[in-house]
Protein backbone atom coordinates (compact mmCIF):
# COMPACT_ATOMS: atom_id res chain seq x y z
CA UNK A 1 0.00 0.00 0.00
CA UNK A 2 1.05 3.40 -0.77
CA UNK A 3 0.48 6.45 1.26
CA UNK A 4 0.88 10.11 0.59
CA UNK A 5 0.31 13.26 2.92
CA UNK A 6 -2.19 15.59 2.16
CA UNK A 7 -0.74 18.21 -0.58
CA UNK A 8 -1.79 21.91 0.64
CA UNK A 9 0.79 22.68 -1.75
CA UNK A 10 2.79 25.68 -1.58
CA UNK A 11 4.65 24.58 -4.65
CA UNK A 12 7.47 25.85 -6.93
CA UNK A 13 6.48 28.88 -9.09
CA UNK A 14 6.07 27.87 -12.87
CA UNK A 15 7.57 30.19 -15.88
CA UNK A 16 5.59 32.19 -16.94
CA UNK A 17 6.20 32.27 -19.96
CA UNK A 18 5.18 28.58 -20.32
CA UNK A 19 4.37 28.05 -23.91
CA UNK A 20 7.04 30.19 -26.01
CA UNK A 21 7.36 29.09 -29.47
CA UNK A 22 9.16 25.83 -30.58
CA UNK A 23 12.23 26.30 -32.85
CA UNK A 24 11.08 22.59 -34.01
CA UNK A 25 8.33 21.27 -35.30
CA UNK A 26 7.11 17.72 -35.06
CA UNK A 27 4.62 15.68 -36.99
CA UNK A 28 2.66 14.09 -34.82
CA UNK A 29 1.78 10.33 -35.86
CA UNK A 30 -0.89 8.14 -34.74
CA UNK A 31 0.79 5.23 -32.43
CA UNK A 32 0.33 1.60 -34.30
CA UNK A 33 -0.93 0.12 -30.33
CA UNK A 34 0.51 -0.52 -27.37
CA UNK A 35 1.68 2.67 -26.45
CA UNK A 36 4.80 3.10 -24.06
CA UNK A 37 4.52 -0.65 -23.50
CA UNK A 38 5.92 -1.03 -27.39
CA UNK A 39 9.26 0.31 -26.59
CA UNK A 40 10.07 -2.47 -24.76
CA UNK A 41 10.63 -4.80 -27.49
CA UNK A 42 12.89 -3.06 -29.28
CA UNK A 43 16.71 -2.38 -28.24
CA UNK A 44 17.29 1.17 -28.36
CA UNK A 45 20.63 1.93 -28.02
CA UNK A 46 22.36 5.30 -25.97
CA UNK A 47 23.91 5.66 -29.75
CA UNK A 48 22.45 6.74 -32.54
CA UNK A 49 21.28 5.11 -35.72
CA UNK A 50 20.93 5.79 -38.90
CA UNK A 51 18.45 5.05 -40.90
CA UNK A 52 19.56 4.01 -44.17
CA UNK A 53 17.89 2.63 -47.58
CA UNK A 54 18.87 -1.49 -47.77
CA UNK A 55 19.49 -1.91 -43.61
CA UNK A 56 17.21 -3.48 -41.08
CA UNK A 57 15.59 -0.30 -39.92
CA UNK A 58 12.08 -2.13 -40.60
CA UNK A 59 12.92 -3.44 -37.28
CA UNK A 60 12.20 -0.53 -35.22
CA UNK A 61 8.50 0.58 -35.61
CA UNK A 62 6.70 3.24 -37.57
CA UNK A 63 6.46 6.34 -35.00
CA UNK A 64 10.23 5.68 -33.69
CA UNK A 65 11.69 5.87 -37.46
CA UNK A 66 11.26 9.46 -38.06
CA UNK A 67 14.50 11.22 -38.37
CA UNK A 68 17.32 10.45 -40.16
CA UNK A 69 19.58 10.02 -36.51
CA UNK A 70 17.81 9.33 -33.51
CA UNK A 71 18.97 8.82 -29.96
CA UNK A 72 17.44 7.50 -27.15
CA UNK A 73 17.14 10.81 -25.88
CA UNK A 74 15.43 11.93 -28.77
CA UNK A 75 12.48 8.58 -27.86
CA UNK A 76 12.35 9.73 -24.27
CA UNK A 77 11.65 13.39 -25.59
CA UNK A 78 9.11 12.16 -28.28
CA UNK A 79 7.60 9.07 -27.01
CA UNK A 80 7.75 8.96 -22.73
CA UNK A 81 7.21 12.69 -21.34
CA UNK A 82 3.58 12.78 -23.18
CA UNK A 83 2.89 10.04 -20.57
CA UNK A 84 3.89 12.15 -17.47
CA UNK A 85 2.24 14.90 -15.44
CA UNK A 86 2.32 18.36 -15.60
CA UNK A 87 4.43 18.94 -12.66
CA UNK A 88 7.36 16.35 -13.71
CA UNK A 89 7.21 17.94 -17.45
CA UNK A 90 8.10 21.92 -15.51
CA UNK A 91 10.86 20.10 -13.59
CA UNK A 92 12.22 18.11 -16.61
CA UNK A 93 12.43 21.74 -18.62
CA UNK A 94 15.44 22.11 -16.98
CA UNK A 95 17.38 19.67 -18.86
CA UNK A 96 18.67 21.31 -21.87
CA UNK A 97 17.33 24.10 -24.16
CA UNK A 98 16.05 21.63 -26.47
CA UNK A 99 13.38 19.92 -23.77
CA UNK A 100 12.60 23.16 -22.61
CA UNK A 101 11.81 24.50 -26.21
CA UNK A 102 9.70 21.46 -26.41
CA UNK A 103 8.02 21.07 -23.33
CA UNK A 104 6.72 24.93 -23.85
CA UNK A 105 5.11 23.39 -27.07
CA UNK A 106 1.49 23.66 -28.20
CA UNK A 107 2.08 20.11 -29.77
CA UNK A 108 3.37 18.78 -26.35
CA UNK A 109 0.57 20.05 -23.82
CA UNK A 110 -2.02 18.45 -26.83
CA UNK A 111 0.28 14.61 -26.45
CA UNK A 112 0.14 15.21 -22.90
CA UNK A 113 -3.36 16.13 -22.03
CA UNK A 114 -4.79 13.02 -24.71
CA UNK A 115 -2.23 10.20 -23.48
CA UNK A 116 -1.98 11.41 -19.58
CA UNK A 117 -5.16 10.70 -18.07
CA UNK A 118 -4.41 8.99 -14.29
CA UNK A 119 -6.24 10.22 -11.77
CA UNK A 120 -3.80 12.82 -9.88
CA UNK A 121 -6.10 13.53 -6.84
CA UNK A 122 -8.74 15.90 -5.96
CA UNK A 123 -9.70 19.88 -5.71
CA UNK A 124 -11.93 20.33 -2.27
CA UNK A 125 -13.36 23.33 -0.77
CA UNK A 126 -15.80 23.68 1.73
CA UNK A 127 -19.50 25.43 0.48
CA UNK A 128 -20.30 26.49 3.89
CA UNK A 129 -17.36 29.33 3.68
CA UNK A 130 -17.19 31.35 0.79
CA UNK A 131 -13.98 32.81 1.98
CA UNK A 132 -12.51 28.65 2.00
CA UNK A 133 -10.23 28.67 -0.78
CA UNK A 134 -9.71 25.46 -2.85
CA UNK A 135 -6.77 23.26 -1.94
CA UNK A 136 -5.57 20.56 -3.76
CA UNK A 137 -5.02 16.76 -2.32
CA UNK A 138 -2.59 15.13 -4.79
CA UNK A 139 -1.84 12.31 -4.80
CA UNK A 140 1.93 12.43 -5.27
CA UNK A 141 3.36 15.92 -4.18
CA UNK A 142 6.79 14.99 -5.57
CA UNK A 143 5.25 14.06 -9.50
CA UNK A 144 2.31 15.97 -9.14
CA UNK A 145 1.05 19.43 -8.07
CA UNK A 146 0.61 23.02 -9.06
CA UNK A 147 1.61 26.48 -8.88
CA UNK A 148 -1.20 27.92 -6.96
CA UNK A 149 -3.67 25.24 -5.35
CA UNK A 150 -6.09 27.95 -4.07
CA UNK A 151 -6.42 29.74 -7.81
CA UNK A 152 -5.22 33.18 -6.62
CA UNK A 153 -3.60 34.03 -9.99
CA UNK A 154 -7.57 34.53 -11.13
CA UNK A 155 -8.79 38.11 -10.70
CA UNK A 156 -11.23 37.56 -7.82
CA UNK A 157 -12.30 35.26 -5.28
CA UNK A 158 -14.31 32.07 -6.81
CA UNK A 159 -15.60 28.61 -6.00
CA UNK A 160 -14.61 25.76 -8.16
CA UNK A 161 -17.92 24.10 -9.90
CA UNK A 162 -16.75 21.74 -12.10
CA UNK A 163 -13.40 19.49 -13.76
CA UNK A 164 -12.46 17.84 -16.58
CA UNK A 165 -9.56 16.24 -18.01
CA UNK A 166 -7.24 18.73 -16.34
CA UNK A 167 -9.48 21.76 -16.39
CA UNK A 168 -11.14 23.56 -14.07
CA UNK A 169 -14.32 25.99 -13.97
CA UNK A 170 -15.14 28.45 -11.17
CA UNK A 171 -17.59 30.65 -10.07
CA UNK A 172 -16.42 34.20 -9.55
CA UNK A 173 -19.17 36.93 -8.05
CA UNK A 174 -20.94 37.47 -10.99
CA UNK A 175 -18.60 35.71 -13.89
CA UNK A 176 -17.57 32.08 -14.97
CA UNK A 177 -13.71 31.32 -15.46
CA UNK A 178 -12.57 28.76 -17.06
CA UNK A 179 -8.66 28.05 -16.00
CA UNK A 180 -5.46 25.18 -15.90
CA UNK A 181 -4.26 25.77 -12.42
CA UNK A 182 -1.21 23.86 -14.00
CA UNK A 183 -0.47 26.52 -16.08
CA UNK A 184 -2.08 29.48 -14.30
CA UNK A 185 -4.03 30.02 -17.54
CA UNK A 186 -7.24 31.14 -17.44
CA UNK A 187 -10.38 32.84 -19.37
CA UNK A 188 -13.12 34.50 -18.07
CA UNK A 189 -16.50 33.26 -20.12
CA UNK A 190 -19.74 36.31 -21.28
CA UNK A 191 -22.08 36.54 -19.23
CA UNK A 192 -24.81 34.06 -20.24
CA UNK A 193 -27.89 34.31 -21.25
CA UNK A 194 -30.12 33.07 -18.19
CA UNK A 195 -29.77 33.62 -14.87
CA UNK A 196 -28.10 30.59 -13.18
CA UNK A 197 -27.97 31.31 -9.51
CA UNK A 198 -25.16 31.50 -6.38
CA UNK A 199 -24.35 27.65 -6.71
CA UNK A 200 -25.60 26.39 -10.20
CA UNK A 201 -25.91 23.37 -11.85
CA UNK A 202 -23.18 23.62 -14.64
CA UNK A 203 -20.72 21.38 -15.68
CA UNK A 204 -17.50 21.66 -18.14
CA UNK A 205 -17.32 19.12 -20.95
CA UNK A 206 -13.63 18.90 -22.14
CA UNK A 207 -12.30 15.70 -24.24
CA UNK A 208 -8.77 16.06 -25.24
CA UNK A 209 -8.47 13.29 -28.01
CA UNK A 210 -8.24 14.60 -31.62
CA UNK A 211 -9.24 18.18 -29.98
CA UNK A 212 -5.89 19.84 -31.01
CA UNK A 213 -7.56 23.40 -30.59
CA UNK A 214 -8.82 22.10 -26.95
CA UNK A 215 -12.07 23.40 -27.34
CA UNK A 216 -14.63 23.22 -24.68
CA UNK A 217 -18.23 23.55 -23.56
CA UNK A 218 -20.05 24.46 -20.52
CA UNK A 219 -23.38 23.28 -20.08
CA UNK A 220 -26.16 24.56 -17.35
CA UNK A 221 -29.15 23.07 -16.51
CA UNK A 222 -31.33 25.59 -15.41
CA UNK A 223 -34.71 25.26 -14.10
CA UNK A 224 -37.83 27.12 -14.77
CA UNK A 225 -38.97 28.87 -12.20
CA UNK A 226 -42.08 27.57 -10.99
CA UNK A 227 -42.40 24.95 -13.72
CA UNK A 228 -40.87 21.08 -13.39
CA UNK A 229 -38.86 21.75 -16.56
CA UNK A 230 -35.47 22.08 -17.09
CA UNK A 231 -33.63 24.06 -19.92
CA UNK A 232 -30.35 23.88 -20.99
CA UNK A 233 -27.75 26.47 -21.85
CA UNK A 234 -24.27 25.95 -23.58
CA UNK A 235 -21.63 27.63 -24.00
CA UNK A 236 -18.99 26.79 -26.89
CA UNK A 237 -15.56 27.68 -26.61
CA UNK A 238 -15.03 27.68 -30.39
CA UNK A 239 -17.55 30.39 -30.92
CA UNK A 240 -16.64 32.24 -27.40
CA UNK A 241 -20.65 32.07 -26.84
CA UNK A 242 -23.69 31.11 -25.29
CA UNK A 243 -27.03 29.17 -26.54
CA UNK A 244 -29.83 27.83 -25.72
CA UNK A 245 -30.64 24.40 -26.39
CA UNK A 246 -33.31 23.53 -28.58
CA UNK A 247 -34.02 19.82 -25.59
CA UNK A 248 -35.44 20.47 -22.40
CA UNK A 249 -36.53 18.02 -19.74
CA UNK A 250 -39.83 17.49 -18.08
CA UNK A 251 -39.08 13.74 -16.61
CA UNK A 252 -37.81 14.70 -13.00
CA UNK A 253 -40.01 14.74 -9.76
CA UNK A 254 -38.75 18.23 -9.08
CA UNK A 255 -36.22 20.11 -10.37
CA UNK A 256 -33.45 20.96 -7.22
CA UNK A 257 -30.44 20.20 -8.80
CA UNK A 258 -27.29 20.00 -6.86
CA UNK A 259 -24.60 23.05 -7.60
CA UNK A 260 -21.64 21.98 -9.67
CA UNK A 261 -21.60 18.64 -12.34
CA UNK A 262 -19.85 16.09 -13.81
CA UNK A 263 -18.82 14.74 -17.26
CA UNK A 264 -17.75 11.37 -18.38
CA UNK A 265 -17.70 9.78 -21.56
CA UNK A 266 -20.00 12.62 -23.09
CA UNK A 267 -22.47 13.42 -20.51
CA UNK A 268 -22.89 15.67 -17.96
CA UNK A 269 -24.93 14.57 -14.99
CA UNK A 270 -26.38 16.77 -11.79
CA UNK A 271 -27.68 14.74 -8.54
CA UNK A 272 -31.32 15.67 -7.79
CA UNK A 273 -31.10 16.94 -3.91
CA UNK A 274 -34.30 15.51 -3.20
CA UNK A 275 -34.50 12.36 -5.28
CA UNK A 276 -32.54 9.18 -6.21
CA UNK A 277 -32.77 10.67 -9.68
CA UNK A 278 -29.64 11.80 -11.77
CA UNK A 279 -29.86 14.12 -14.56
CA UNK A 280 -27.95 13.43 -17.60
CA UNK A 281 -27.68 15.34 -20.68
CA UNK A 282 -25.80 14.06 -24.07
CA UNK A 283 -23.91 16.96 -24.74
CA UNK A 284 -22.96 16.02 -28.47
CA UNK A 285 -26.06 15.26 -28.95
CA UNK A 286 -27.90 17.45 -26.79
CA UNK A 287 -30.36 15.24 -25.40
CA UNK A 288 -31.12 14.65 -22.12
CA UNK A 289 -32.17 12.12 -19.73
CA UNK A 290 -33.16 10.77 -16.19
CA UNK A 291 -31.50 7.87 -14.43
CA UNK A 292 -33.01 6.64 -10.97
CA UNK A 293 -30.25 5.45 -8.71
CA UNK A 294 -31.10 2.49 -6.32
CA UNK A 295 -32.22 3.23 -2.60
CA UNK A 296 -29.97 3.38 -0.09
CA UNK A 297 -29.62 2.47 3.87
CA UNK A 298 -29.32 5.93 5.68
CA UNK A 299 -26.43 7.41 6.04
CA UNK A 300 -25.08 6.24 2.44
CA UNK A 301 -23.79 8.31 0.17
CA UNK A 302 -22.59 6.84 -3.78
CA UNK A 303 -21.62 8.78 -6.89
CA UNK A 304 -21.25 8.35 -10.75
CA UNK A 305 -18.02 6.66 -11.32
CA UNK A 306 -16.38 5.06 -14.51
CA UNK A 307 -15.70 1.53 -14.52
CA UNK A 308 -14.52 0.02 -17.24
CA UNK A 309 -16.28 1.59 -20.63
CA UNK A 310 -19.48 2.16 -18.51
CA UNK A 311 -20.74 5.24 -16.12
CA UNK A 312 -21.93 3.18 -12.69
CA UNK A 313 -23.25 4.19 -9.19
CA UNK A 314 -20.66 3.19 -6.91
CA UNK A 315 -21.78 2.83 -3.21
CA UNK A 316 -19.58 1.85 -0.18
CA UNK A 317 -20.08 1.05 3.90
CA UNK A 318 -17.60 -0.35 6.19
CA UNK A 319 -18.56 -3.80 7.15
CA UNK A 320 -16.31 -4.52 9.88
CA UNK A 321 -12.84 -2.81 10.86
CA UNK A 322 -10.59 -1.90 7.60
CA UNK A 323 -13.27 -4.06 5.50
CA UNK A 324 -15.48 -2.43 3.17
CA UNK A 325 -18.54 -3.88 0.73
CA UNK A 326 -18.05 -1.93 -2.36
CA UNK A 327 -21.35 -2.27 -4.35
CA UNK A 328 -21.49 -0.55 -8.20
CA UNK A 329 -24.55 -0.65 -10.05
CA UNK A 330 -25.08 -0.10 -13.73
CA UNK A 331 -27.28 -0.27 -16.76
CA UNK A 332 -29.89 1.42 -17.90
CA UNK A 333 -31.85 0.20 -14.95
CA UNK A 334 -28.92 0.84 -12.27
CA UNK A 335 -29.38 -2.50 -11.23
CA UNK A 336 -26.69 -4.31 -8.80
CA UNK A 337 -23.56 -5.76 -11.06
CA UNK A 338 -21.22 -6.40 -8.94
CA UNK A 339 -20.29 -6.45 -4.96
CA UNK A 340 -17.10 -6.53 -3.84
CA UNK A 341 -15.26 -6.59 0.02
CA UNK A 342 -12.24 -5.21 0.08
CA UNK A 343 -9.31 -4.92 3.22
CA UNK A 344 -8.37 -1.32 2.94
CA UNK A 345 -5.55 -1.95 5.60
CA UNK A 346 -5.42 -0.84 9.26
CA UNK A 347 -1.99 2.28 8.20
CA UNK A 348 -3.50 5.61 8.92
CA UNK A 349 -2.01 9.04 7.93
CA UNK A 350 -0.13 10.24 10.60
CA UNK A 351 -2.45 13.55 11.33
CA UNK A 352 -5.66 12.47 12.70
CA UNK A 353 -8.96 15.05 12.12
CA UNK A 354 -10.13 16.62 15.40
CA UNK A 355 -12.88 14.85 17.47
CA UNK A 356 -13.70 11.06 17.08
CA UNK A 357 -12.78 9.70 14.22
CA UNK A 358 -15.31 7.08 12.42
CA UNK A 359 -14.20 4.55 9.69
CA UNK A 360 -18.43 3.45 9.69
CA UNK A 361 -19.29 6.77 8.29
CA UNK A 362 -17.95 6.79 4.79
CA UNK A 363 -18.98 8.56 1.47
CA UNK A 364 -18.09 7.45 -2.38
CA UNK A 365 -16.13 10.28 -4.16
CA UNK A 366 -17.17 10.74 -7.95
CA UNK A 367 -14.20 9.63 -9.98
CA UNK A 368 -13.87 10.39 -13.90
CA UNK A 369 -11.07 7.56 -14.09
CA UNK A 370 -11.30 4.04 -14.81
CA UNK A 371 -11.80 1.72 -12.55
CA UNK A 372 -11.02 3.39 -9.22
CA UNK A 373 -13.16 3.70 -6.57
CA UNK A 374 -12.80 6.31 -3.99
CA UNK A 375 -13.57 6.67 -0.40
CA UNK A 376 -13.90 9.13 2.09
CA UNK A 377 -13.90 8.47 5.95
CA UNK A 378 -13.73 10.69 8.73
CA UNK A 379 -9.77 10.03 8.31
CA UNK A 380 -8.60 8.80 5.30
CA UNK A 381 -9.12 8.72 1.08
CA UNK A 382 -8.95 5.46 0.21
CA UNK A 383 -8.01 4.81 -3.87
CA UNK A 384 -9.21 1.47 -4.32
CA UNK A 385 -7.61 0.30 -7.83
CA UNK A 386 -9.92 -2.82 -9.13
CA UNK A 387 -7.85 -3.93 -12.18
CA UNK A 388 -4.51 -4.22 -10.04
CA UNK A 389 -6.37 -4.43 -6.52
CA UNK A 390 -4.23 -1.73 -5.28
CA UNK A 391 -4.71 0.81 -2.53
CA UNK A 392 -3.76 4.70 -1.94
CA UNK A 393 -4.51 6.97 0.44
CA UNK A 394 -4.31 10.28 1.04
CA UNK A 395 -5.23 11.45 4.76
CA UNK A 396 -8.90 12.85 4.98
CA UNK A 397 -9.21 17.30 5.07
CA UNK A 398 -11.76 16.67 7.37
CA UNK A 399 -15.07 14.64 8.41
CA UNK A 400 -17.82 13.05 6.72
CA UNK A 401 -20.65 15.62 5.65
CA UNK A 402 -22.47 17.24 2.61
CA UNK A 403 -20.72 20.77 2.71
CA UNK A 404 -17.42 19.88 0.57
CA UNK A 405 -17.19 19.76 -2.03
CA UNK A 406 -14.22 17.04 -4.12
CA UNK A 407 -14.07 17.48 -7.80
CA UNK A 408 -11.60 14.77 -9.52
CA UNK A 409 -8.17 16.02 -11.16
CA UNK A 410 -5.51 15.53 -13.79
CA UNK A 411 -2.74 17.02 -14.00
CA UNK A 412 -2.26 18.04 -17.72
CA UNK A 413 -0.72 20.86 -19.78
CA UNK A 414 -3.74 21.46 -21.68
CA UNK A 415 -4.34 24.97 -22.87
CA UNK A 416 -6.68 27.94 -22.57
CA UNK A 417 -6.70 29.39 -25.29
CA UNK A 418 -7.47 33.78 -25.56
CA UNK A 419 -6.17 33.10 -22.00
CA UNK A 420 -6.41 36.05 -19.64
CA UNK A 421 -8.77 37.86 -21.63
Same mark, same amino acid.
Given at each position: MACSGIDMLND???????YSDSSEFYVAVKPQGG? +? $? #????FDLRTAAYKVEEGNNGSKYPVEIIMRVNMTIKDVAKRHILPFLPAKSLMK???? #????? =??????????? =?? #???QKLSGYFYQRLDNVDDPPILLSLHRSAIGVPSPSLRFLPVKVKVLSSSSGLLLCQGKDSYYVCNPATKDWKKLPPPQYYHGSDPAVALAFDPQFNIESFYRVVAAVPVLDNPVVCFEIYCSESDSWRCSPSDCLELENTRLAGGGYYMKGVAYWRNTSSNEVLAFDVKNEIPAVLHLPVLQSG =?????? =? +?GD?? /??????? $??? #??? +?? $? +??????MGLKRSVSVNLGSKKPRTQVLGIPNE? /?????? /????DTVVIHTDTTIYFYHLRDQKVETLQSPGRVDTDKRFLPYINSLVMVHNAGE
Open positions: ESLEEDMG +I $D #SLAELRAV #SKEWN =QWIASPLLAYN =QS #STF =QRGALT =Q +IEV /CYVTAYN $DCG #SVF +II $D +IYGGVDK /CCEVLP /CTVS
